[in-house]
């Protein structure tokens, strides 16, 4: 019975070691110290393409896993069985603490929410990719995927049947740290520069003798349902990995941080709407999208970032 | 986000970033004393130190609710809310903490709500509220829609909008930073706390921090069991730091399981599948729980759901999990089939996704594999009502002058043998916010700004810092029996693997401990961790030498500090001769008040004694549901 063989995926991981540089770690040469820019966030500068030196190799694992695991699932095994010096974040285990965006076959997504049988692919139907880490830009989506659980390959000698190979990189447009890990401080930054909290009168209740004396703002479901999806975003990046003009290098402050200004221009409680739209009214804040709207794809809360970007520079433009 | 340089001295360092930490964090900064020192001048420091990036905090994952009795839906009064929290309890809470939490809940609520938190709202603009289990009014009546929420997703709209005040506060952060140690001076008599020493996992470097003031939030422990609802990085490290300190944890035996995890993952289906019409079955079909629950059945409390799960698992009545069809029969199913699929899309869109995703099964048609998962740690390092830490010499307390505690790794015993739904959120915002204003009137009666360098535990956490420095380098020269090979790329030999090794502590703490125990399993696992997980974890070394980013590093300390909480646990579980709340001996089946109307207090020899608890205004009664 089909049921009863056991199943296995190559996991083809993109490694990087960091050199130890002790003595440098303190100087501007450091290949971790962030760099100013025109623009604030490193993200935005030449540095996030620039490479910290180090060891690159690319290691294959293969493992047991059944086609509904998950690829954080196979990454753990990896960990606990096989390797436990692959380094890579992860925390909830099921797309809410948004730790573990990597790029997934050239997309990037969470690895927790990565099925195999949706990414693996049977050896030749995998996009070259060179000795730099570039890929050719056919498609990379799930759908492209040639390997199925029925039409997995057969390994000879040991009767297991291989679902393919899934290749894993850190997640694009921010500076490798370890294996895995990438450096994602630029996208905090930028979404911190931007004012990311609630003003309003600042009053705070106190309780005196058993009753507040000052109750919540009032909010009807129409005027929270203009802001709520944009709240559930999780800052894990997929989105900022996603957009070829972030990841690319250019001067962008990246569709996270707009979202996250949208979220407070759309909540009524929020009095600094026109100063939040001048601050993103910028060469390197809305004027940069190009509206390729690949942000969209792979938010695993759901948002349709790219058109919340596009109703954001039309507001901008509007007021 | 690391700082750039350390301080010399700090006014507080607060460990953790979820709710009760940034809570604490805010509650500091926002007070009277803290703006008077703002005002002449002196900016306080004060540094957040944390495992992971604040955002990525478990805090997140909540989804149900955090209670008040707001009567934002239909009247309430806070005494209800009181009454329900001691009761929830098993009466093992300390009734003036109870008491507060249900006296402060409103303006915690209403202060998250106006720092931001996208309630989900009546028609008329207010706070929503739902029912939750255990939430009643006039004192065990009718249920009350007490639990302010924010569609599924309460935890991470707090989380988040607790990060933002932080951001617009301008508080320092020191992220993915492990702490190795917490250290104080001083006896038994006259204890203080003089820093902490961390790892900052980016650079791999081993920093002394000198604090005036230290809060540890850390989270709980779920990760004692093999099966939990708890992130990965929920591995009691607040609470291991603190035994290792030489002080004690308070009702470590009590862990809440909550009875419907899905299947081996343990991730978390909202009891809400069950509110809906969702039934227990066993291997043979049967509906179980109005057997053991006539009337209430598959909505009874928690930990009798649990209990009725596990009774029959061990009549042999369980099903296997379909991911592991030759595995135990541990599991039992949850049927959804009755639920109309258009309603079941509609109001459980998360509990859907979720079997979808990670069990691969459809609910409408398919029966649902679930287990009990370790939930939430009741117990945890002692503290008062204002958040600090004190130990227990079997008559007084004493305060460790400096140190706090708050959230899940703390025991304030707000929630005694057994937490209410709602309740958790509630007390990390709370008592995290009372623990900062603490620590700031600490702070404004003498700020490490005005300070001359006098501070004699200095040599300590240097001392501390170096000890631990040394052990790092040692864990990095990997085994030393096998030759050193910097470009190896197989590790499958040579020393243990710490990520494996936790996974077996979480298998023989799951056998001993899972919903129910007794003397020979309790003995069975403290034999296990003595023989086999202690000196396997003692002889952990890391597989690849180069300290940054070095995970391996970081998990061994883990299993480590989680081998020091598991055998505090066993030892209070062992010496609670009764059952009550989420603890079931199974040789001790009844709750016994004459002599265990009491908090143990445990220590890392395993020595126990028991504290009094405080009773105001509800004497003990039974607990009927």
Known sequence: ?319 | MSPKRLEDMYDAVIVGAGAAGLSAALGLLRSPDIGQLKAQGDEPRILVVSKLQPLRSHTGSAEGGIAASLGNMEPDDWHWHYYDTVKGGDWLSDQDAAKLLAEYAPETVVNLERSGVAFSRTEDGHVAQRRFGGHTREFGGEPVKRAAYAADRVGHQILHALWQQCVAEGVQFAEEWYVTDLVLDGDDTNRRVCGIVALDTHSGEVKAIHARNVLLATGGAGRLFHTTSNSWDLTGDGMALTLAAGLQLEDGEFVQFHPTGLAHTGILLSEAARAEGGVLRNANGEAFMERYAPGHADLAARDVVSRSIMAEVDAGRGVADPKDPQGPKDCVWLDMRGIDPQRMEQVLPQVVETIRMYANLDPTVDLVPIKPTAHYTMGGIPVTTDGEVYRWDGKTRTVVEGLFAAGECSCVSVHGANRLGGNSLLDACLFGTRAGRAMALRIGQNPAAALEDDHEGDTAVDQAAADRKAEMAELLAGDTAQPEDADATEHSGGTGNPYQLMARLGEVMERALAVRCDAESIGTALAALRDEIRPAAEALRAHDSNAAFNQEVTAIWEVQHLTELAEAVLHASDDRHESRGSLRRLDFPERDDEHFLAHSMVDAQGTVSFQPVVIIDYPPMKREY
């Open chain 1, 1 to 319: 019975m089909a049921e009863a063989s056991k199943t296995t995926v190559t996991l083809k991981v993109h490694r990087f070691t960091p050199r130890a540089e002790k003595t440098e770690r303190a100087r501007a040469g450091s290949p971790f110290a962030r760099k100013s820019s025109p623009f604030g966030g490193a993200g935005s500068s030449a540095s996030a393409r620039r490479r910290p030196r180090g060891k690159q190799w690319v290691q294959e694992y293969t493992v047991s896993a059944r086609p509904e695991d998950s690829v954080l699932d196979c990454l753990l095994a990896i960990k606990r069985t096989i390797d436990p010096t692959l380094a890579f974040r992860y925390s909830c285990g099921h797309g809410m603490c948004g730790s573990d965006a990597v790029s997934v076959n050239g997309t990037p997504t969470l690895l927790c929410t990565a099925r195999v049988s949706d990414w693996a692919k049977l050896p030749g139907s995998m996009p070259h990719i060179d000795d730099d880490g570039f890929r050719s830009t056919e498609s990379g989506e799930p759908e492209a995927a040639a390997a199925s659980a029925n039409d997995a390959a057969d390994t000879s000698d040991t009767g297991e049947r291989s679902l393919g190979v899934i290749e894993l990189a850190p997640l694009p447009g921010f500076p490798a740290q370890r294996d895995l890990i990438a450096d994602i401080d630029p996208m905090l930054d930028q979404i911190k520069k931007l004012k990311p909290y609630l003003q309003a009168d600042g009053v705070l209740a106190t309780t005196k003798e058993g009753n507040i004396d000052v109750f919540e703002y009032l909010q009807r479901p129409e005027q929270l349902a203009k802001y709520e999806m944009l709240s559930n975003c999780i800052a894990c990046g997929v989105c900022e990995g996603s957009c070829p003009v972030f990841a690319g290098g250019d001067a962008f402050i990246g569709p996270a941080a707009l979202i996250w200004a949208s979220r407070f221009i759309n909540d009524s409680r929020d009095g600094k709407a026109m100063e939040r739209m001048d601050a993103i009214d910028t060469a390197d804040g809305v004027a940069a999208c190009q509206s390729v709207r690949a942000c969209s794809r792979q938010c695993p809360r759901g948002i349709d970032v790219g058109e919340e970007m596009w109703q954001i520079v039309a507001k901008v433009r509007e007021r």
